[in-house]
């Protein structure tokens, strides 16, 4: 007799799932790939400012010359701001405050020789304006989108607006961006070598206290500022859509 001899067939379970070609990725290269990619992200792209051309910078030389000193506002006005011209409104700021003097002159009073309100009111967008143009800088623009005027009582002499800004414009220059600002003026008649009968007349006295300037008028104006940036922006998405 013969006796019959089986061979045992290879299971399948006890060969590998995983082919020998194989090769399973090192903890090392996934930590230096995994640093890579931080390192990527920590450092990003610096964006190209557009160059200006000759007539943007002539521009902002301009913008900021005339915020410089009295004398380039005169100048500045006469050219773009006839109105602010012949009312002779002058700027002043020191650390703290901005003021603006609007002087008590022909142009700017009415029939019965007092202030007129249109030279009052016309004024306070320029004082305001002025204010807010000169905190920003010449590559934005500024204009005047509210402007709410309180009428106190008559100024029979020279008017002076005392400007307090509503937000932090520093904060929203530095941004960037677009923004609207707030800035309330306080209209106050200033106190001019006078007879002392026209004294007792103009001025509010408390007691023995000197005489102070009286408030005339209140108003607030709203501001939208844009940088010129985003105004080129638009006119070249304009015509790129043509």
Not at 63 to 81: A, D, E, K, V
Not at 191 to 208: H, I, Q, R, T, Y
Request: glycine fraction near 6%.
């Amino acid at each position: 007799m013969t006796a019959k001899t089986t061979t045992p067939i290879p299971d399948s379970s006890d060969q590998s799932t995983e082919s020998p070609t194989e090769a399973r990725p090192s903890g090392k290269t996934v930590e230096l790939s995994s640093q890579a990619d931080a390192k990527s992200e920590a450092k990003p792209e610096k964006i190209k400012k557009p160059k200006r051309t000759l007539f943007e910078r002539a521009e902002a030389f301009i913008s900021n010359l005339s915020t410089r000193n009295n004398f380039w506002n005169r100048i500045c006005s006469m050219i773009w701001l006839p109105y602010a011209f012949r009312s002779g409104i002058t700027m002043q700021s020191d650390a703290s405050t901005y003021r603006a003097t609007l002087p008590f002159r022909r142009f700017n009073k009415n029939w019965y020789n007092a202030m007129a309100g249109a030279a009052l009111l016309g004024n306070s967008e320029i004082a305001g304006g002025n204010y807010v143009f000169a905190v920003c800088g010449g590559d934005y623009t500024v204009v005047c989108k509210h402007l709410e005027y309180k009428f106190l009582r008559p100024c029979h002499g020279p008017a002076e607006y005392r400007m307090t800004p509503l937000d932090d414009i520093n904060a929203l220059v530095a941004t960037g961006e677009e923004f609207n600002i707030a800035i309330r003026m306080d209209i106050v008649q200033v106190l001019v070598p006078m007879s002392e009968k026209k004294l007792k007349e103009e001025a509010e006295l408390v007691g023995d206290k000197p005489a102070k300037p009286k408030r005339v008028g209140r108003c607030t104006a709203t501001f939208h500022v844009t940088p010129k940036a985003h105004h080129k922006a638009k006119k070249t998405r304009g015509s790129n859509s043509k």
